[in-house]
């Protein structure tokens, strides 16, 4: 039996019966197979999703569902359907044109992540092409697409464009004309007031589906966890590693996933311009420790899956050449140029968007600095104007906070623990008071917490 | 805090905080309070079903709060508060002018399940004031008022006049003008397209709001257990009755639950004006053994509840002089003639509707009943008309089935096991084989299912 006849006949109806031969559904039957612990079939989950996407199931339907997968949970089989159900949801680009492996790199978020930039043009000077499509964000600061805005980059690219840049020069970036896996979407937004976000096999099939969607062949995860990441435990951050890893198994996608810390901000810089500028920096062999290492870690995978170099310290080798020879700040100015951006600012952060104001926050107390709470840092960062609070929201590119003091800095009461980037002064004593309770400062000068965890 | 304040303030809002002192809650923090185990509080279910009968409170987030409730089950406390939150989500009919304790019965519905017009009569000659509204059935045979309707029977009361009848002879059966307790029936129609119908708290609470809502005082309900019963296990008959008797508990309803068994239809008469016959032969001293001795069971314990005896043999000896002495049949009489029935009908069952063939079921083969697929043989009835598949279809009150013989009787193979009461006979060969194997027989001569199992 062809997948194609069982997909028309899905569709022509809602009730379950078993007429020519072919196995029709109905969706009470399948919220019944998941609530009793059962595995469900791929026609079942293809069933509800294509009816789901169509509006032929209604929401009321989908979130028993969930609820159900809530408790029940589903193996890699059934994750794996789920996410190419949902890949199969939209209308893909066709990127088989672009010759060679693709290869993204995905982050569960965290908070002062800029790290695609840098990493994007790091490993297009490895000879890794990159083919990104990429969105805005919501929350404490903008996505990638916001960060470009903060270089003046037109991301609206036609395919044809999209396609000769990465093929021309190994690196560009789009932003989303429609959504990504639009079932992926609407499942999303139902999951989001139903109580059903926190499952590990939706969150994994969810990020999957949209990188798959998106063209990947393999695909390195960087998976937070920590205080300010959504997994605050590691068992909980390699279990939706492990779970992710097994999708691709299942759909014949190679997935390195990396468990890195998010127990404070990554870097110094929250918001999008200062954020920029880091990335810049680190390109230019000034970035902080932490996202150096994490771009060299996750660029390693990703020259390896590209099949670059062999081993993650020969890809390691060739990243460290490209960012001491130069190549890697080349390609950005290239990448920037390609997309009409102000390539310049490369070589003169100031170029940039600017704040009026510059406001120190101080510690208030001497010590060393134990513990900062990353989502508060964020929260702070939005407040000034850095992130959206709701999709409407228009995004200040040069407001944010540049940290001066991370965990096991010491601190003087009258030296800055922190920098604000002001246009708009209506919040800045909240944000002042809030960002100084975000940081906890004690006697014992701690070591500062391990960056790289493991990779699953 | 007065219950008022919190009910305006939770009407007005969909967002949870608490300003002013008002505790203000959101669908999605009660969906997930269910979903981690949580006990939710009276305010939390009441905003709930407030909201979900006001069309605040959309169905997709409803669906999933009710597969929580699936998996986290719901104490006595949470399923009393569901249950008044729906007798409240309705305008009640006033019932405060009936002097007296207001005793109502329900069953879990069974097959060829008669009893109530038996009963109605029996008690009401005993002195308990029966106020009872009914609705139409769904399903193999129609309910109550379908039932009353072969009678000829006007349930078309106005409240004046439903009270009247019912200070003044003590009984009177009003048709549901509107929905019992509207939020139960919304919440009923999400539960049987989500797979959440088998919940123990979603049944028991269901039951209870529609007989409170109605102005029951005390109640009385048979529990059916077996196979042609809704709970198939008695384990499982038992859990209900002990969750509506804990909700009684809870809300000062005194509740008395008798669990009986549904291995086979009750009596022998399966349609409407076939087990009306059963009914008045029941209180003429004629009725099968099994269905007289469930009216004196279940009439004894509304008796001592109404406070008309002290001990149920008491009660029992009251009933069975009052059909001993044709009370319960004035009563009946009395109660039809009210109603403008064919009251004469009591006297001479063939004033009632009567179907054009009558068509004799044969076993086929020689033995003893062993079991009678007490379902299948409701779908027959259905099938020739007795009952409605949708709402839209119309009962044909004549039609029905009669069994002859049920479990333990001796059977002869050219010697009706039941007869059919046919006036389209298009389905008649179907009804005809599937009658014949709904029946299980054997060489061995077992012994009837024992009706009166506990007393819950």
């Not at 990638?144 to 020069?169: C, H, Q």
């Not at 926190?198 to 589906?209: D, G, H, R, Y």
């Not at 540049?402 to 920098?419: E, F, M």
Request: proline share 3%; glycine share 8%.
């Amino acid at each position: 039996m062809s997948q194609k006849l069982i997909q028309t006949e899905i569709q022509s109806t809602t009730t379950n019966s078993n007429r020519n031969g072919f196995i029709v559904f109905t969706a009470e039957s399948i919220i019944r197979n998941k609530r009793d612990g059962h595995e469900l079939s791929k026609e079942e989950i293809d069933f509800l999703i294509s009816g789901y996407s169509q509006g032929n199931i209604p929401d009321y339907q989908m979130s028993a569902w969930l609820m159900a997968v809530y408790y029940k949970g589903m193996n890699p089989r059934e994750t794996a359907h789920l996410t190419m159900a949902m890949v199969r949801s939209g209308e893909q680009l066709d990127l088989s044109s672009i010759p060679g492996i693709k290869v993204d790199k995905h982050s569960t978020g965290g908070v002062g992540d800029k790290i695609t930039l840098a990493l994007a043009a790091l490993v297009a000077a490895a000879g890794v092409k990159v083919a990104k499509m990429s969105g805005r964000g919501l929350g404490h600061t903008g996505g990638t697409i916001d960060k470009l805005d903060a270089l003046g980059l037109s991301t609206d690219l036609s395919p044809e464009r999209f396609i000769e840049l990465v093929n021309r020069t190994g690196i560009a970036v789009m932003g989303q004309t429609a959504d990504l896996a639009p079932a992926d979407k609407k499942l999303y937004a139902l999951r989001d007031v139903t109580g059903t976000v926190e499952s590990i096999p939706l969150i994994a099939s969810s990020i999957m589906s949209k990188k798959i969607f998106a063209g990947a062949d393999k695909i390195v995860l960087d998976v937070k966890t920590g205080s300010g990441a959504f997994m605050k435990t590691e068992k909980d951050a390699v279990e939706l590693a492990e779970a992710m890893v097994a999708i691709g198994k299942e759909v014949g996608r190679e997935v390195v996933a990396i468990i890195t810390s998010m127990e404070q901000p990554l870097g110094y810089a929250v918001g999008n311009a200062n954020e920029v500028m880091e990335a810049i920096e680190t390109l230019r062999k000034n970035g902080p420790a932490d996202l150096t290492e994490l771009c060299l870690t996750l660029g390693s995978h990703m020259v390896v899956l590209a099949g670059k170099a062999n081993t993650e310290a020969e890809a390691r080798a060739i990243l460290e050449r490209c960012i001491e020879d130069g190549s890697a700040l080349g390609k950005l100015k290239e990448f920037i140029t390609n997309q009409h951006g102000i390539s310049d600012a490369i070589l003169d952060l100031t170029l940039l968007p600017q704040a009026a104001q510059v406001v120190p926050v101080f510690a208030g107390k001497s010590g060393y600095v134990q513990a900062i709470d990353a989502e508060a840092v964020g929260h702070c960062a939005m407040l000034l104007g850095a992130g959206r609070e709701t999709k409407e929201d228009e995004i200040d590119h040069a407001v944010g906070i540049t940290l001066t003091k991370k965990i096991g800095d010491q601190v003087a009461a009258d030296a800055p623990i922190a920098t604000l980037y002001v246009n708009n002064t209506e919040k800045v004593e909240d944000v002042k008071r809030m960002l100084t309770d975000a940081y906890t400062i004690g006697e014992e000068r701690i070591a500062p917490p391990e960056l790289i965890r493991r990779v699953v």
